[in-house]
């Protein structure tokens, strides 16, 4: 009989009420309503949302840092609130806000930090893994955003934690630290650690998560791997896009039909956007073909998490005008 492993992280029913300071009319105010979620061992498991979205209250509640309204939580199978110190041995985290002393120096703290544990990992190679060598002799105050990032992500691997809580990981980063950053949080994943992220970019979600929760406004909105959140939209499969660049004024009337249409956005650029089906790229083979046109560039675009959450936080479900609405691949929830 096969061993079913237990979650590293088990969050139902979540509730979180603050105030009555924090509410104007001086009553209580609901900032997480009913987030349930799972983390498991070898996954990195992505809580995806706008900024204020309730991201960074459920995972303070999941490591014990804030106390709870109501819901059960388990992590490591304790229950974070009332454990011993034992637990947060075997719990690495990285805030968002970094919680660094703002006077010490990078090295000299992760030392200090690596002496808190009876088996910490070697502060040299992770001082050379993330290049904080660089900066060594720059106090917390001085470092730039990213490199907070770095010296926080740093200190918080070096009990070698069960269990990673990383709340924004990528914020501030530059694209070399990004990937660096990125590459490692896959080593950890691949090596067995449970990884918690949160973050309001799609791209990290698309490109790290093995499974995703997205909420807004403190509540489930939906959850699954990015293919399937695709998958369960009834238009992930129904619209798609091809784009292709060949010379100007040509006559695309060949590729139209009842569900699918072409047009030339700018001399030489031609969209055909539709119920593209595997029969319309043969089509599309055959009449560059019949035009002799020869395409310089190809690109067939479908539905991304972006579309998915839009339509979720809209509470409708995807239209091809949100494929318009796409502006690059690291677009940041909440900035339309």
């Not at 104007?24 to 809580?47: E, P, Q, Y």
Request: net charge negative; hydrophobic share 40%.
């Amino acid at each position: 009989m096969t061993k079913t492993i237990a979650p590293a992280l088990v969050i139902s029913g979540l509730i979180k009420d603050v105030g009555p300071l924090a509410a104007l009319d001086g009553r209580m105010k609901r900032i997480v309503s009913n987030i349930s979620m799972d983390a498991h061992f070898g996954a990195v498991t992505a809580l995806l949302g706008a900024n204020g979205a309730g991201k960074t209250t459920t995972i303070e509640c999941a490591q014990g840092l804030q106390h709870r309204t109501g819901g059960h939580i388990s992590l490591l199978g304790e229950d974070p609130a009332t454990a011993d110190a034992g637990l947060r041995a075997r719990v690495g985290v990285m805030l968002q806000d970094g919680g660094l002393p703002p006077a010490a120096r990078p090295v000299a703290l992760l030392h200090h930090v690596a002496r808190l544990y009876s088996n910490p990992l070697s502060v040299k190679e992770l001082v050379g893994r993330l290049g904080i060598a660089e900066f060594a002799d720059t106090t917390i105050r001085r470092l730039s955003g990213g490199q907070k990032q770095r010296v926080a992500l740093a200190a918080s691997l070096l009990g070698n934690p069960e269990v990673l809580f990383l709340d924004e990981p990528s914020a501030g980063l530059d694209p070399q630290s990004r990937i660096m950053v990125f590459e490692l949080i896959r080593e950890l994943r691949d090596a067995g650690k449970a990884i918690i992220l949160t973050t309001h970019l799609l791209d990290d979600a698309q490109r790290l998560a093995d499974y995703v929760y997205i909420v807004d406004r403190g509540a489930s909105l939906a959850e699954g791997t990015v293919q399937d959140l695709l998958a369960k939209s009834t238009q992930a499969m129904a619209h798609r896009v091809l784009t292709f660049e060949t010379s100007p004024g040509q006559d695309v009337a060949a590729l139209r039909r009842p569900g699918l249409e072409c047009t030339e956005s700018r001399p030489g650029s031609y969209t055909l956007a539709g119920s593209l089906e595997p029969v319309d790229l043969a089509r599309f083979g055959m009449w560059c073909g019949e035009q002799d046109a020869l395409p310089t560039s190809v690109h067939l675009d479908s539905q991304s998490l972006e579309d998915v959450f839009l339509a979720l936080a809209a509470g409708a479900a995807p239209d091809a005008g949100q494929q318009s609405r796409r502006t690059h691949n690291e677009h940041v929830l909440g900035t339309k």
